[in-house]
């Protein structure tokens, strides 16, 4: 199949090269551009772009190889040196002697320098590639000067255990003036037994040879134990190959190491047998290969701004670590035998409750494999404190007071702005706690409000208080009396328990590290793993629901994260319809927003799951109440954190009227209406008793809607739904409670669960989406801007809500826990 695919693949290329090639005479290409040991569809060797130029594009290879190569030890030797970068390869060859197939014999005074640039793109997820090289020559030898040739590649990996490849070679090739004849390759390999056996095939024909006059080439690989791989090769002229390639790996703060190759061959029909010998330093360390720790080695993670769950690509295609990423390199570590510890630098925690909580417990499970962690603090505060306490040791600095002083919930009401500007809201609800529209009706909290508050921010704290006090060995009584004094020095601090040692941090850091290796988070989650596959693997979609939820497009930047049902769309359809997705994680950490957006999300993914059969896990993060809580009624398996906010199931509506600010500065109106109604959203005017009433069906209908499919979705009995619904907030360990979600557990753990159900092994990817890009509006994203428009934007962001006649109803969240 392959040999009628390829070539069809390259008739255009051939057919082109063939018209410019001159019908004179044409020699044969005596230029080894490095001995060929690998096959045009298999890359693992260490001069593989000389095989295929595709090759050129591993960006898990060697960065850099040589190799010497002899017949018999009795000649002059050929060396060969390769360097890899950006999707080039570059190598240069001095051959001293050179094996004449015309006359077979050595030809001892070659003395040629070669040259030769491979360029070499993988894309689709490394299932297709296309290369191209450009080589060249310098000899005082006549037979070995001017010589230059272009070559083409290409490689399709359909499957993971398939790959098929083909290059033309000295294309346009000439050397001393001779045209060179151009040499097709074809070449499949599979792998029967996953990675650990690889079957090699290679068909050749020069130009102007019958179709039949094929030369071949057959190979065998096992990769062994240590990531020792051993191979053999043999030629349709009878010859054989055998050969050995062992890496090696040390870690000193980063991983460096290397690998070296070994070749023999057996040669028939008087040619000459050989040998090579080669080494290179890899760009990735081998999966199955020991890694060796030359001393104690920390990952520090340092924290000073605020961390996104999804994070966009920079200006330069770069990415800046998400929150998966370091619960990911925390929970990696604890399973890696180099790494001995962990360091943690507390500048600022950009983190909400949940995600602290998700952080804390990745560090406790390092903990647990008897690996120490070590806290190191130049800033206060109750989320800085809150994750230092899962540490087995912590340092504060000499230069600032030890602050921690509990929880609280606060909320900023402005009706009284809008009475002096003549503004009014008229606001509508379906639950007695659905408060949402209270700060711009009210002064303060009404009863429900305040009590259902209460509730939630008193487990909180009792989370809060409780971790503390069992991971620093003290009475929880003892922590209460102690947060009650708020501020205390550092010694204080010592003194009570909360802290072990007041001093600077880079004293700290040198006391922990002790002259051991350290390496920085960002360097230690993009270090590259080799585990030989080819193609696409196997991959869990991490789909992100942050912030507000609006209709058609996102309008999310300045004022927060927002995504619409439109986009949500389309990312669905583009995970469920990719094959290599085997499972669906979808992380929510919004409170809500549109209501007609919230089932418009929640029916596409019920449709989405009729056709296909991918199973769907949800995870919530810091919020998933109102639309965000649901979205995730569809009947699949829910993970929440114990301090995740939830629930809120309730409606609001809300009509801004100007009327008396109209009055106020002169404005009046008049209208012509062909119906009743026709005016009913109108800015200039109150609503009437008759239209409020109408309104208020409205909310109660599609209340009801909300109340049916949590029964349907949670298995829970209608006339319980009074307990969990009317707008109540809940948090994780509340609504876990009451059946509202399945799991306490954080993204790593309804990732693990995804594989799990989706029966995936053990090699698969996790892919993150919405997949975005830098745009100029995230220069805004500093932090003062970004403070500054949290505030202002929750203003704005409700007003602009009130006024929009297109969206009338809301599953909206009435207020945000902010632990300071």
């Known amino acids: 199949m392959f040999a009628r695919i390829l070539p069809s693949m390259l008739i255009p290329i051939i057919v082109m090269t063939g018209a410019f090639a001159s019908p004179l005479y044409r020699a044969k290409n005596p230029f080894t551009i490095s001995p060929d040991f690998n096959f045009a569809s298999h890359s693992d060797g260490l001069f593989s772009p000389a095989s295929n130029p595709v090759f050129a594009d591993d960006r898990k290879g060697p960065m850099l190889s040589y190799r010497y190569f002899s017949y018999d030890g009795k000649t002059a030797g050929d060396h060969?040196?390769?360097?890899?970068?950006?999707?080039?390869?570059?190598?240069?060859?001095?051959?001293?002697?050179?094996?004449?197939?015309?006359?077979?014999?050595?030809?001892?005074?070659?003395?040629?320098?070669?040259?030769?640039?491979?360029?070499?793109?993988?894309?689709?997820?490394?299932?297709?590639?296309?290369?191209?090289?450009?080589?060249?020559?310098?000899?005082?030898?006549?037979?070995?000067?001017?010589?230059?040739?272009?070559?083409?590649?290409?490689?399709?990996?359909?499957?993971?255990?398939?790959?098929?490849?083909?290059?033309?070679?000295?294309?346009?090739?000439?050397?001393?003036?001779?045209?060179?004849?151009?040499?097709?390759?074809?070449?499949?390999?599979?792998?029967?037994?996953?990675?650990?056996?690889?079957?090699?095939?290679?068909?050749?024909?020069?130009?102007?040879?019958?179709?039949?006059?094929?030369?071949?080439?057959?190979?065998?690989?096992?990769?062994?134990?240590?990531?020792?791989?051993?191979?053999?090769?043999?030629?349709?002229?009878?010859?054989?190959?055998?050969?050995?390639?062992?890496?090696f790996f040390i870690r000193s703060g980063d991983v460096m190491g290397g690998e070296v190759e070994f070749h023999k061959s057996y040669v028939r029909d008087g040619g000459r047998d050989f040998y090579t010998f080669a080494a290179g330093f890899p760009s990735a360390r081998y999966e199955s290969a020991p890694v060796i720790a030359v001393k104690k080695n920390y990952l520090k993670i340092k924290l000073s701004s605020r961390i996104r769950e999804n994070t966009k690509r920079g200006f330069f295609g770069e990415r800046a670590?998400?929150?998966?990423?370091?619960?990911?390199?925390?929970?990696?570590?604890?399973?890696?035998?180099?790494?001995?510890?962990?360091?943690?630098?507390?500048?600022?925690?950009?983190?909400?409750?949940?995600?602290?909580?998700?952080?804390?417990?990745?560090?406790?499970?390092?903990?647990?494999?008897?690996?120490?962690?070590?806290?190191?603090?130049?800033?206060?505060?109750?989320?800085?404190?809150?994750?230092?306490?899962?540490?087995?040791?912590?340092?504060?600095?000499?230069?600032?007071?030890?602050?921690?002083?509990?929880?609280?919930?606060?909320?900023?009401?402005?009706?009284?702005?809008?009475?002096?500007?003549?503004?009014?809201?008229?606001?509508?609800?379906?639950?007695?706690?659905?408060?949402?529209?209270?700060?711009?009706?009210?002064?303060?909290?009404?009863?429900?409000?305040?009590?259902?508050?209460?509730?939630?921010?008193?487990?909180?704290?009792?989370?809060?208080?409780?971790?503390?006090?069992?991971?620093?060995?003290?009475?929880?009584?003892?922590?209460?009396?102690?947060?009650?004094?708020?501020?205390?020095?550092?010694?204080?601090?010592?003194?009570?328990?909360?802290?072990?040692?007041?001093?600077?941090?880079?004293?700290?850091?040198?006391?922990?590290?002790s002259g051991g290796g350290v390496i920085r988070i960002k360097k230690y989650s993009s270090e590259k793993i080799n585990d030989f596959v080819w193609g696409r693997r196997d991959t869990i979609a991490v789909v992100h629901v942050s912030g507000s939820i609006e209709r058609g497009r996102s309008t999310g930047s300045f004022f927060g994260p927002a995504i619409g049902?439109?986009?949500?769309?389309?990312?669905?359809?583009?995970?469920?319809?990719?094959?290599?997705?085997?499972?669906?994680?979808?992380?929510?950490?919004?409170?809500?927003?549109?209501?007609?957006?919230?089932?418009?999300?929640?029916?596409?993914?019920?449709?989405?799951?009729?056709?296909?059969?991918?199973?769907?896990?949800?995870?919530?993060?810091?919020?998933?109440?109102?639309?965000?809580?649901?979205?995730?009624?569809?009947?699949?398996?829910?993970?929440?954190?114990?301090?995740?906010?939830?629930?809120?199931?309730?409606?609001?509506?809300?009509?801004?009227?100007?009327?008396?600010?109209?009055?106020?500065?002169?404005?009046?109106?008049?209208v012509v209406k062909m119906s009743e109604y026709a005016d009913i959203f109108s800015l200039s005017r109150d609503l009437t008793e008759k239209e409020r009433a109408l309104v208020q069906s409205e909310v109660d209908f599609i209340y009801g809607r909300f109340i049916d499919k949590v029964a349907d979705s949670r298995k829970i009995p209608k006339e319980k739904m009074p307990e969990i619904a009317e707008g109540r907030i809940f948090s994780g360990s509340q609504g876990k409670a009451k059946g509202m979600l399945d799991e306490i557990g954080g993204l790593m753990v309804a990732v693990e669960y995804a594989k799990t159900v989706s029966g995936i092994g053990r090699d698969y990817r996790v892919k993150m989406y919405p997949d975005e890009s830098f745009a100029l509006t995230d220069l805004l994203e500093l932090p003062e801007i970004r403070n500054f428009a949290g505030f202002i934007g929750t203003v704005v962001k409700k007003a602009i809500k009130e006024t929009d006649e297109n969206e009338r109803v809301y599953y909206m969240y009435p207020y945000m826990i902010d632990i300071k």
């Open 321 to 513: 670590l998400s929150f998966y990423d370091y619960v990911r390199a925390v929970r990696r570590a604890a399973e890696d035998d180099t790494i001995h510890g962990l360091i943690l630098q507390i500048d600022g925690v950009g983190l909400g409750f949940s995600q602290v909580q998700e952080l804390r417990s990745e560090l406790k499970d390092f903990r647990k494999r008897g690996k120490p962690v070590h806290a190191i603090m130049t800033s206060s505060g109750n989320r800085e404190y809150y994750l230092a306490s899962a540490a087995d040791r912590i340092y504060f600095t000499p230069t600032s007071s030890f602050y921690l002083t509990g929880l609280k919930a606060e909320v900023y009401f402005f009706k009284g702005l809008f009475d002096k500007i003549g503004v009014r809201i008229e606001s509508f609800s379906a639950g007695r706690y659905k408060s949402y529209n209270e700060r711009f009706t009210r002064e303060k909290m009404s009863d429900e409000y305040r009590e259902n508050l209460m509730s939630v921010l008193s487990d909180m704290n009792e989370q809060f208080i409780g971790d503390i006090a069992a991971d620093r060995g003290l009475e929880k009584s003892r922590v209460k009396d102690l947060v009650g004094r708020g501020i205390m020095s550092g010694d204080d601090a010592v003194k009570a328990g909360f802290i072990d040692e007041v001093c600077y941090h880079d004293e700290a850091s040198r006391k922990v590290s």
């Open 565 to 670: 049902d439109e986009d949500y769309r389309e990312i669905l359809d583009a995970v469920f319809k990719d094959s290599s997705v085997k499972a669906v994680v979808i992380r929510v950490s919004s409170g809500g927003g549109s209501s007609a957006a919230s089932d418009f999300m929640w029916n596409h993914l019920v449709m989405l799951k009729k056709k296909h059969d991918k199973p769907v896990v949800f995870s919530f993060g810091d919020i998933a109440a109102s639309g965000g809580y649901y979205i995730a009624l569809t009947g699949d398996r829910i993970y929440s954190g114990r301090g995740t906010l939830t629930g809120s199931i309730g409606v609001v509506y809300g009509k801004l009227s100007l009327k008396r600010l109209f009055e106020k500065i002169g404005i009046t109106r008049d």
């Open 80 to 247: 060969f040196a390769m360097g890899r970068a950006y999707g080039f390869s570059f190598i240069y060859s001095w051959l001293g002697s050179v094996y004449m197939n015309d006359s077979k014999k050595i030809e001892d005074s070659a003395g040629a320098n070669c040259f030769s640039i491979d360029k070499g793109f993988f894309i689709k997820d490394d299932m297709l590639g296309i290369g191209a090289g450009y080589s060249f020559s310098s000899s005082d030898n006549r037979r070995f000067k001017g010589y230059r040739s272009w070559r083409l590649g290409l490689v399709f990996r359909p499957f993971r255990y398939v790959s098929l490849g083909a290059t033309l070679n000295d294309l346009w090739g000439e050397i001393n003036g001779n045209s060179l004849n151009m040499r097709e390759v074809y070449s499949l390999s599979v792998r029967p037994l996953t990675e650990k056996i690889t079957l090699s095939f290679d068909a050749t024909r020069e130009s102007g040879r019958k179709i039949t006059r094929f030369g071949f080439r057959t190979g065998l690989e096992m990769r062994l134990f240590y990531g020792i791989s051993v191979y053999a090769r043999y030629e349709r002229s009878g010859n054989f190959l055998f050969g050995m390639q062992m890496p």
